[in-house]
């Protein structure tokens, strides 16, 4: 190459390069926009316009919301039979003293996840770590046709032994134990081959959710994950809640070093609602091995002197259309009349739960917020305090759990009757990238076990006043914006 060429590369270059950057900025404004919320299309296109090439490479990985649509049309074909078996099975009792606003909102989870309110259950709040594992274990070694887990990280150490010699057990009985965890979720942890290789010893049938295996030509999004936490047994009982199977200090060295606990509740279900999560778990079983199960046994039903309970399951997640959480959530915030108690480790809510929120303290009702003082996961939990101002002068009352403990619960509960438990957390990942299993409970007994519990976080935690938030330093409220910003790129 002589010095002409030389010379024609340097004029031509930066032409080049800045037609480029043009093209990308101009594409950008036609197509990210396009079916996405006004706050997440403004973060992409100032990624896209402060950093052009990064922005649109990482908008090309991580830039569609949605599983593929080989997924989606699974979850749409399992919608349907859902529909079409519980067809007449919707319970809402005429004559029981429900808030009138209550059929409504069934009404919107039945149409968004198919699910049917159902009568006559059961249920027990399980709030101890350790409990909660060998309770499920127990349960493990009580089965007798089938145990279907599906937890978003599983790993075998020390505290979960008891759970995976269960396992073991039951297939040395001649019980079909089918297993499911998230792919990424789990990969993490240390100990991961191990886990999967002992799985494969004692003869569980296990697969991997959403896994991202470029050599086996498998590749989605890769912070789309499988967040549900659930375990059924026989069509008889149903675990589902916020633990996950792995040590409460998830086993790190960086949280052994800081003393990391995680404090988690679980639910323990019976009647018919077990029905609702075995299908949840036969519908994951089915995205990830072209494999549609039939439930095996017939659900069982409770007597009517020993149930009372009404519950409702509530999937959602990137293979639906819409955000059913998030719906549910919301219209439970507005139809509130006295008191709302929300516990949820990660609170990073949309505009819309945020109106929702702080109109309900303006209207007057008590609300209050249970979150953690530290967080294990650096940029969501600046996100978070971005909000707490905001808050703060809307009237809601914040209760922050005290370090060493992360506060991993995530529960919601209205005017004392109506509850909200199970995986989902109050932020836009759990909303829109998650997929999630919540279940309604209708019962003001259930309603008080949680509220005992929320208590028991009340007398534990320090509450948060605005005066005080106002005095944090400036290098705080910057990380909090910038936070607040990379939290909108969904």
């Not at 399951?313 to 919301?330: A, C, Q, Y």
């Amino acid at each position: 190459m002589d010095v002409a060429d030389d010379w024609v590369l340097t004029l031509l270059l930066p032409g080049v390069l800045l037609t480029i950057d043009i093209v990308i900025r101009c594409i950008a404004v036609a197509v990210v926009p396009v079916n996405r919320r006004p706050s997440s299309a403004m973060a992409w296109l100032l990624a896209v316009f402060f950093i052009p090439y990064l922005g649109a490479l990482l908008f090309l990985f991580i830039g569609d919301p949605k599983l593929p649509s080989g997924r989606r049309t699974k979850q749409r074909e399992i919608n349907r039979l859902i529909l079409d078996a519980t067809r007449g099975m919707d319970l809402v009792a005429e004559d029981h003293p429900w808030p009138p606003w209550l059929p409504g909102v069934v009404q919107l989870n039945r149409n968004l996840g198919a699910m049917p309110l159902v009568g006559g259950n059961r249920a027990e709040v399980v709030d101890d770590y350790e409990t909660a594992i060998r309770a499920m274990a127990d349960e493990v070694r009580r089965a007798r046709h089938y145990v279907h887990a599906e937890f978003y990280i599983l790993a075998r150490d020390a505290t979960t032994e008891p759970f995976f010699e269960a396992l073991a057990d039951a297939v040395r009985r001649g019980v079909v134990v089918r297993v499911l965890f998230d792919h990424i979720g789990s990969l993490r942890m240390p100990g991961y081959r191990r886990t999967i290789r002992h799985l494969t010893e004692i003869g569980v049938i296990w697969h991997p959710m959403l896994p991202v295996q470029l050599h086996r030509g498998r590749y989605q999004r890769p912070d789309l994950r499988n967040h549900r936490k659930l375990l059924v047994v026989d069509a008889e009982v149903a675990w589902v809640g916020s633990q996950n199977m792995v040590d409460r200090s998830y086993n790190h060295r960086g949280n052994r070093r800081r003393g990391l606990q995680w404090q988690d509740l679980m639910v323990r279900m019976e009647g018919p609602v077990v029905s609702g999560v075995d299908a949840l778990f036969l519908t994951d079983w089915y995205s990830e091995t072209d494999e549609l199960l039939e439930q095996e046994i017939e659900p069982v039903t409770l007597p009517a002197g020993v149930a009372t309970l009404e519950c409702q399951v509530v999937p959602s997640g990137p293979g639906f259309e819409g955000e059913n959480n998030l719906r549910l959530f919301n219209t439970l915030l507005y139809s509130a009349q006295e008191r709302i108690s929300i516990v949820s480790p990660y609170f990073v809510p949309d505009e819309s739960m945020l109106f929702a929120i702080t109109t309900a303290a303006q209207r007057g009702l008590s609300v209050e917020l249970f979150v953690s003082e530290i967080g294990d996961q650096l940029l969501v939990h600046y996100a978070q305090r971005s909000y707490y101002e905001t808050l703060l002068r809307a009237g809601v009352r914040i209760f922050r759990y005290p370090a060493p403990y992360v506060l991993h619960d995530k529960h919601m509960i209205i005017d004392d009757v109506v509850s909200v438990v199970g995986s989902s957390n109050m932020d836009i990942r759990s909303f829109i990238l998650d997929l999630e299993v919540s279940v309604m409970v209708c019962g003001k007994d259930f309603a008080a076990d949680l509220r005992r519990i929320s208590g028991g976080y009340r007398e534990r935690s320090t509450e948060l006043f605005l005066k005080e938030w106002m005095q944090r330093s400036h290098r705080h409220r910057l990380l909090e914006n910038l936070a607040r910003l990379t939290s909108a790129l969904q």
